[in-house]
């Protein structure tokens, strides 16, 4: 009987590895092919279709054909499915913007899915809401955004269902990734599901919490995984430790290849990166050489896929020189937003008799107040830990802290004044909080503000007293988001909020239309300031 069940348990551990192939080992030469050959101008495309028969006939098939004159672009319309993209609901006169989001939930729901061989979807076991566009799976940090518009809207159940999904890919793949693609299992995103089941708690009653304890304590150990054995002043996956014994986290992917989603845009970063360095090298060898060129790639896909996990992709807060993404080093960093979100989770934890490290906590609790904070700028920036130092860098992301750390009154006296001080200066706009001080084309940079950003910047100035600054932030947002909405009949996924007469843009594809964190923060703010 024991040997049986051991079998079984080595039979459903190989099914389930077969399922996370990832299109790059499913289809090897057909997907080098189809990404080196532009077939989709969006390299998504083809990493999200559907097969439409086995895929080892798709592949046999294609050995026969390649080389032959083959129509590549043919060839996968007959043996794959593009995944169909949300319809937008139009916009009708006299319809207001919420009644619209209300709409909008059917056209981003998904019902529970079901597994298909060859595909890289991860099949969850209830209904979910997707962000939109090109984003046909869930997403992780999306989800916790969207959850507060579905709360406004009574979607109850919704909620719930979200969250027993993302519990789901704990218990099954050890942490929730990305978005639920074979793809993302590398890599998480920022960890809200404390804040999840927090918000579900704050309409079912904190019975919640014991539901969700297994999870929420399975989800800290991911991100703590390693740290009894890493060595001060060293790092290892997403674990960093201080000279002095302080745990800290930060985002790094598992893989160091490049993303499958974004395979072209990754290999020309990587070549440029390389080439850079290789200018002020002699090399003894072509071996050497190619060495060299293998090793340095590989640093850059780790770090380019790291900065995904941050959901910050991408950003020159990762960049040395902030024009050049090729000078990406995001795993350097202990980022002041993740920091939080564990000190969040830590927290849930403790309260609700989960195991949890006190000291640890308390040690990460000092190290965000002091590390984390930029004297010369009065604001919270990420901290460096291989040049031991904050970044000058300032964003959005420091905002973080405002409503997780806990301040005595002293300490919220002195800081108050210098964070709205900093806001007022450096990140507050027209249209309300921009990503970062910087524009070079990048997404997560200035011009661009985002919802969640509005969001934790407002529920942190209002714990920390700042009430009137908050509700101008909303209101410069939400005022857009209207303005935006009478004009073209969309709710988009970012917003230029340093000129109101421009569109935004910058990243890898075009802003898109959904959206699901827009649509959230915008009932959760229209409800909590009435602007209506």
Same mark, same amino acid.
């Given at each position: ?66 080389? %032959? ?128 089941? %927090? ?23 991911? *991100? ?102 090729? %000078? ?115 997404? *997560? ?9 509005? *969001? ?77």
């Amino acid at each position: 009987m024991k040997k049986i069940k051991i079998s079984l348990l080595f039979l459903s551990l190989t099914i389930l590895l077969i399922a996370q192939k990832t299109p790059d080992k499913i289809y090897e030469q057909l997907f080098l092919d189809i990404q080196n050959g532009n077939v989709f101008p969006d390299s998504k495309t083809f990493v999200d279709c559907i097969p439409k028969r086995k895929p080892a006939d798709i592949m046999y098939d294609y050995g026969l054909q390649k080389g %032959t004159g083959l129509d590549l672009k043919k060839f996968v319309s007959d043996n794959f499915n593009v995944q169909a993209q949300p319809n937008v609901i139009n916009i009708k006169e006299g319809k207001l913007i919420g009644e619209h989001i209300k709409d909008l939930w059917t056209v981003l729901k998904r019902a529970e899915d079901k597994k298909v061989e060859g595909s890289s979807l991860l099949a969850l076991p209830k209904p979910y809401i997707v962000p939109g566009g090109r984003f046909t799976e869930v997403y992780y940090w999306d989800s916790y955004f969207t959850m507060l518009g579905l709360k406004e809207s009574g979607e109850t159940l919704a909620i719930e269902d979200m969250i027993d999904n993302f519990a789901f890919l704990i218990n099954n793949y050890g942490h929730i990734p990305n978005g639920n693609r074979s793809y993302y299992l590398s890599r998480s995103q920022p960890p809200f599901f404390g804040m999840m089941v %927090t918000l579900l708690a704050s309409i079912k009653g904190n019975g919640i919490y014991k539901k969700y304890l297994p999870a929420l304590q399975k989800e800290y150990n991911f *991100w703590m995984a390693g740290y009894s054995t890493t060595k001060n002043g060293e790092a290892y996956k997403r674990v960093i430790k201080l000279d002095d014994g302080t745990i800290l986290n930060r985002y790094c992917d598992d893989d160091d290849i490049p993303r499958q989603e974004g395979y072209k845009e990754d290999v020309k970063t990587a070549e440029e990166a390389v080439s850079q360095k290789m200018m002020t090298i002699r090399f003894a060898s072509e071996e050497a050489m190619k060495t060299f060129k293998e090793t340095e790639s590989k640093i850059i896909y780790k770090n380019l896929r790291s900065a995904a996990e941050s959901g910050w992709d991408f950003s020159s807060r990762w960049f040395i020189n902030p024009e050049k993404i090729s %000078t990406i080093h995001t795993i350097d960093f202990a980022p002041v937003d993740l920091n939080s979100l564990i000190l969040n989770l830590e927290n849930i934890l403790i309260k609700n008799g989960g195991e949890v490290d006190k000291q640890i906590n308390g040690k990460r609790a000092i190290a965000i107040k002091k590390l984390f904070w930029n004297k010369k700028l009065s604001f919270y920036c990420d901290y460096d830990f291989i040049q031991k130092k904050v970044s000058s860098s300032i964003t959005a992301a420091g905002f973080f802290p405002l409503s997780i750390v806990n301040y005595t009154t002293a300490e919220l006296k002195a800081l108050a004044p210098k964070v709205v001080s900093s806001t007022n200066l450096n990140l507050l706009k027209p249209g309300g909080i921009v990503s970062s001080t910087i524009n070079v084309g990048q997404q *997560w940079d200035a011009p661009n503000g985002w919802a969640p950003q509005q *969001w934790m910047a407002v529920i942190g100035l209002e714990k920390i007293g700042q009430s009137a600054l908050a509700k101008d932030i909303a209101t410069r947002w939400i005022t857009l988001n209207k303005k935006v909405y009478k004009a073209t009949g969309k709710l988009t996924e970012k917003y230029n909020v340093v000129d109101l007469s421009l569109e935004t843009g910058g990243g890898e594809y075009p802003n898109l239309d959904g959206f699901g964190w827009t649509n959230g923060v915008y009932l959760a703010l229209e409800k909590k300031y009435n602007l209506k």
